[in-house]
C-alpha cells in the first residue's frame, strides 16, 4: 500500500522522497487518508523536523480529516522529543476537547517525556 511505500522511505532515511512521493501523489488526485498522514508525521518528528510535521498536522484538518490518538500522540511525542512539554501539554486537552480518547501510548509519551526533560 501507499503508506507501507512510504513508511518504509521514512524509516529508511528516505524523508524527503518520502514528502515528494506524497506531494505527487496528492497533485496527480490522490487524497490521503489518516493512516499515511500519520506516517508522514511521525517521519518528521522522527527527523526532528517538528515546524514541518506540525504543518502536515494542520494540513490534514484542513482536509476535514479527524485526527486520531496516533496522530496526536505522534505529535504529543516530537513536542517532548523538543522540550516542549507545554504544548505537549495543551495538545493533549485539544485531543480530548475533539472528542479524541487519550490511551496508554499518549500517556505513556506524556510520561516519558516529562521525564525526560
Known amino acids: 500500500t501507499c503508506a ?3 513508511d518504509g522511505l521514512c524509516k529508511n532515511g528516505r524523508l524527503n522522497e ?3 512521493t506524497f ?3 496528492e497533485k496527480k488526485g ?3 487518508n ?3 498522514y500519520n506516517v508522514i508525521i511521525d517521519g518528521l518528528c522522527e527527523a526532528g523536523k517538528l515546524k514541518d510535521a506540525a504543518n502536515m498536522f494542520s494540513k490534514l484538518l484542513s482536509r476535514g480529516l479527524q485526527p486520531d490518538c496516533p496522530a496526536y500522540s505522534t505529535m504529543m511525542k516530537g513536542l517532548c ?3 516542549l512539554l507545554t504544548q505537549a501539554k495543551q495538545l493533549l486537552g485539544k ?3 475533539h472528542g479524541c480518547c487519550p ?3 499518549t500517556y505513556n509519551t506524556l510520561i516519558r517525556g516529562f521525564l525526560n526533560n
Open 4 to 6: 507501507s511505500l512510504l
Open 18 to 20: 518520502a514528502v515528494a
Open 23 to 25: 506531494e505527487d501523489l
Open 30 to 32: 490522490f487524497i490521503p
Open 34 to 36: 489518516i493512516v499515511i
Open 81 to 83: 522529543k523538543k522540550g
Open 95 to 97: 485531543m480530548e476537547k
Open 103 to 105: 490511551n496508554e501510548i
